[in-house]
């Protein structure tokens, strides 16, 4: 069964950085796009960001937008997500996933908080 394992979050203040991980199980990795996903208490789920499978392609949603970059290894199967310039705002639950969302992990805290 394919598993997505998150980690990296944490606690931060404003402006600080962050460099989420996962590492992608059973899964032929490096065929496949990957996204990382937000979703802050109370409020639905956000896209954030895309990677397609050769990492060549990326895309942000505009809230990150110069501020987190997103990459892959295919040869560790890892996704990251290098996170800078935190605000409050960012503060949510962060998961990777494929872009169907049919397989995403358990996900990781990040809280932005002085």
């Known amino acids: 069964q394919v598993q997505l394992v998150e980690s990296g979050g944490g606690l931060v203040q404003p402006g600080g950085s962050l460099r989420l991980s996962c590492a992608a199980f059973?899964?032929?990795?490096?065929?496949?796009?990957m996204i990382w996903v937000r979703q802050a208490p109370g409020k639905g789920l956000e896209w954030v960001s895309d990677?397609?499978?050769?990492?060549?392609?990326?895309k942000y949603a505009e809230s990150v937008k110069g501020r987190f970059t997103i990459s892959r290894d295919n040869a560790k199967k890892t996704l990251n997500l290098q996170m800078n310039n935190l605000t409050p705002e960012d503060t949510a639950v962060y998961y990777c996933?494929?872009?169907?969302?049919?397989?995403w992990g358990q996900g990781t805290q990040v809280t932005v908080s002085s």
């Open positions: 996933a494929t872009p169907s969302l049919h397989y």
């Open positions: 059973r899964y032929t990795f490096s065929n496949y796009s």
């Open positions: 990677i397609n499978p050769d990492g060549g392609n990326t």
